[in-house]
Nanobody, 116 residues
């Protein structure tokens, strides 16, 4: 059974930092790409960052380039999202995501709130 469990969200002032973690289980983590998405109130869910299985290649949304970093530790079955220089518009629920055996899997989400 695939499980994705996010942690690390919270309330932070603009300009601050947070590090999100997503602990994965139920599949071979090291052979699957992992992604972070976010969904702000009244908006569609959007892709924030993605990393390949070995972590050698990453891609970030233009809105977070230069501020966010995605990384993974395959020994710990965990993917991270380091968020620096946070802005109020980064406020959203952040979700961990993977695709396994043609199914999409999501975590429960973690709330990030950035105050101005």
């Amino acid at each position: 059974q695939v499980q994705l469990v996010e942690s690390g969200g919270g309330l932070v002032q603009a300009g601050g930092s947070l590090r999100l973690s997503c602990a994965a289980s139920g599949f071979t983590f090291s052979t699957h790409a992992m992604s972070w998405y976010r969904q702000a109130p009244g908006k569609e869910r959007e892709l924030v960052a993605v990393t390949t299985s070995a972590g050698g290649s990453t891609n970030l949304a233009d809105s977070v380039k230069g501020r966010f970093t995605i990384s993974r530790d395959n020994a710990k079955n965990t993917v991270y999202l380091q968020m620096n220089s946070l802005k109020p518009e980064d406020t959203a629920v952040y979700y961990c995501h993977t695709s396994y055996l043609w199914h999409q899997y999501w975590g429960q989400g973690t709330q990030v709130t950035v105050s101005s």
